[in-house]
Every structure is written in structure tokens, then in C-alpha cells.
């Protein structure tokens, strides 16, 4: 198994900036993908951004040009830090990593979620 915890959420005015962690641990061999997701209250749980073990990184329109996600791997944690904040950026954020087994299956692991409120 492996385990997520998630560090760094809060509340912030709009145009605040914020920066979350995730630091991986228990059965880590393995693990490429890792990423940020975040789910507003009654909406869909949506991609926010991943980053390969090799540093290549992906972003929602949305938060283009405002987030920037980041890892070291030595230590197995991946950031997430968070700039010129918007009221709909609030929501519950989540850390997700993905481990390839000896067989070539993808097992996806989640953390328990940080809560993100960013006021008007």
C-alpha cells in the first residue's frame, strides 16, 4: 500500500497564493505519476495537475499560468504551489499516485484531501 498526506491548505483572499504538499510513504517502488485533483462542493472530483517521474507536467486550463506543480523525488513528495488564488479555486484537493506493478497494472492511490477557501 501506499499512503498520501496532504499538508498546506487554508484560507485565503482572492489573488493570495498557497502551497500544498503531498509526501508519499509505505510501498513507493513503483510509483510514477503523481498529481493534484480537486472536487467542489457538489461538482465532479477534476484533474488539476500531474507530473511524470521524469518532470513532464500537465494542467487544467484553469489553473494555466497561476499553479505550478513540482516534486522531489528523493523524498517522494510532489507540490503544488498555488498563485493569484480565485474564489473558484475553493474546493477539497486531493493528492493521487500512481504505481506500475512488476505486471504493468496502474494502482491509483489518494490522499484523504486538504480543504482550499479562497474568499472574494
Known amino acids: 500500500q501506499v499512503q498520501l498526506v496532504e499538508s498546506g491548505g487554508g484560507l485565503v483572499q482572492a489573488g493570495g497564493s498557497l502551497r500544498l504538499s503531498c509526501a508519499a510513504s509505505g510501498y513507493i517502488s513503483g510509483i510514477n505519476a503523481m498529481g493534484w485533483y480537486r472536487q467542489a462542493q457538489g461538482k465532479q472530483r477534476e484533474l488539476v495537475a500531474t507530473i511524470s517521474s521524469g518532470g513532464s507536467t500537465k494542467y487544467a486550463d484553469s489553473v494555466k499560468g497561476r499553479f505550478i506543480i513540482s516534486r522531489d523525488n528523493a523524498n517522494n513528495t510532489v507540490f503544488l504551489q498555488m498563485n493569484n488564488l480565485k474564489p473558484e479555486d475553493t474546493a477539497v484537493y486531493y493528492c493521487?499516485?500512481?504505481?506500475?506493478?512488476?505486471?504493468?497494472?496502474?494502482?491509483?492511490?489518494w490522499g484523504q484531501g486538504t480543504q482550499v477557501s479562497v474568499s472574494s
Open positions: 493521487n499516485a500512481i504505481r506500475v506493478t512488476y505486471g504493468g497494472s496502474r494502482l491509483p492511490y
